[in-house]
């Protein structure tokens, strides 16, 4: 599975931003994918995944600010990002973990939020 991602670069604190992730490859039916983020000097944590059958979660210092969102048909990741803050800074990746639990990464994508 090769993942695609893009969107990102230089937002201004309380704007708002739009990553994509395609996926392809051999996709299995049931999966999950996911966005993760990387600060400088920090540990990547997750910001958001949502099921192939819909459902999400998310970390709490997203919640409400953050939606992820997909399109099965076109194997295509979404996260949207409102009410941007300087914490959000991050390179952001996206995952795919597939039905018999084997994970890729993007490349990565700069996201960096001024105040």
């Known amino acids: 599975v090769q993942l695609q991602a893009s969107g990102g670069g230089l937002v201004q604190a309380g704007g708002s931003l739009r990553l994509s992730c395609a996926a392809s490859g051999s996709i299995s039916r049931f999966n999950i994918m996911a966005w993760y983020r990387q600060a400088p000097g920090k540990a990547r944590e997750l910001v958001a995944m949502v099921t192939s059958g819909g459902g999400t979660n998310y970390a709490d210092s997203v919640k409400g600010r953050f939606t992820i969102s997909r399109d099965n048909a076109k194997n295509t990741v979404y996260l949207q990002g409102t009410s941007l803050k300087p914490e959000d800074t991050a390179v952001y990746y996206c995952?795919?973990?597939?039905?018999?639990?084997?994970?890729?990464w993007g490349q990565g994508t700069l996201v960096t939020v001024s105040s």
């Open positions: 995952q795919y973990r597939g039905d018999l639990g084997n994970t890729y």
